[in-house]
C-alpha cells in the first residue's frame, strides 16, 4: 500500500510564493517519474512540471521561469516552488508519483490535492 501525502497550500498574494511538498511512503520498491498537475474550477487537470528519476525537467509554458520542480529521492518526496504567482496560478494542486512496487510492476499514485489560492 502506497500513500500521498500533499501539504503546502495556501492563499497569497499576487506576487508571491509558495512550495508545495508531496510525500510517498509505503510499500515502494522504487520510484520513476515525478510531477505536480493543476485543475481550476470549471477546467480540465493540466501538467504543471515533472521530473524523471534522473532529474530532468519539464514545465507548462505558463509557468516556465516562475515554478521549479525538484526531488529528494532519500525522502521519496517531490516539490514545488512557486514564486510570482498569478491569479490565474488558481487552482489545486495534485502530485502524481510514477511507482515500482516490484520489479515489472509500475503504478501511478495521486496526492490528495492542495488548493492555491492567488488573489489580493
Known amino acids: 500500500q502506497v500513500q500521498l501525502v500533499e501539504s503546502g497550500g495556501g492563499l497569497v498574494q499576487p506576487g508571491g510564493s509558495l512550495r508545495l511538498s508531496c510525500a510517498a511512503s509505503g510499500s515502494i520498491f522504487s520510484i520513476n517519474g515525478m510531477g505536480w498537475y493543476r485543475q481550476a474550477p470549471g477546467k480540465q487537470r493540466e501538467l504543471v512540471a515533472a521530473?524523471?528519476?534522473?532529474?530532468?525537467?519539464n514545465y507548462a509554458d505558463s509557468v516556465k521561469g516562475r515554478f521549479t520542480i525538484s526531488r529528494d529521492n532519500a525522502k521519496n518526496t517531490v516539490y514545488l516552488q512557486m514564486n510570482s504567482l498569478k491569479p490565474e496560478d488558481t487552482a489545486v494542486y495534485y502530485c502524481?508519483?510514477?511507482?515500482?512496487?516490484?520489479?515489472?510492476?509500475?503504478?501511478?499514485?495521486w496526492g490528495q490535492g492542495t488548493e492555491v489560492t492567488v488573489s489580493s
Open positions: 521530473i524523471t528519476n534522473g532529474g530532468s525537467t
Open positions: 502524481n508519483v510514477q511507482i515500482r512496487l516490484r520489479v515489472g510492476v509500475v503504478e501511478g499514485y
